[in-house]
Nanobody, 124 residues
Framework: QVQLVESGGGLVQPGGSLRLSCAAS????????MGWYRQAPGKERELVAE??????YYADSVKGRFTISRDNAKNTLYLQMNSLKPEDTAMYYCAANKSTIVVVTTRRYEYTYWGQGTQVTVSS
């Protein structure tokens, strides 16, 4: 089993920055990919960024502003968020998987491990 714990969320003004962290523990071997999702009230959960060995993915809405990275020595995933906008306000979730299963509808990896989320609020 894999446990994921997010941290780093909070209140920030538009144009500001935050760095989210996700600490992984448990049976972390054979993790295929990790990603950050977000969900705002009344909206669907969306994939923000994803990282696999040798590749990264970003949603168009955050491309150029967010950077996903991973520190394998610390078993920690990061999401550096710059130039934040009010529409970035959401609960952000860390996710991981141990398979290469691809969801047909989204053509993205299927994530099976989830953190509890950390709230990001962008407001003046």
């Amino acid at each position: 089993q894999v446990q994921l714990v997010e941290s780093g969320g909070g209140l920030v003004q538009p144009g500001g920055s935050l760095r989210l962290s996700c600490a992984a523990s448990g049976s972390i071997f054979s993790i295929n990919s990790m990603g950050w999702y977000r969900q705002a009230p009344g909206k669907e959960r969306e994939l923000v960024a994803e990282i696999t060995s040798g590749s990264t993915y970003y949603a168009d809405s955050v491309k150029g502003r967010f950077t996903i990275s991973r520190d394998n020595a610390k078993n920690t995933l990061y999401l550096q968020m710059n130039s934040l906008k009010p529409e970035d306000t959401a609960m952000y979730y860390c996710a991981a998987n141990k398979s290469t299963i691809v969801v047909v509808t989204t053509r993205r990896y299927e994530y099976t491990y989830w953190g509890q989320g950390t709230q990001v609020t962008v407001s003046s």
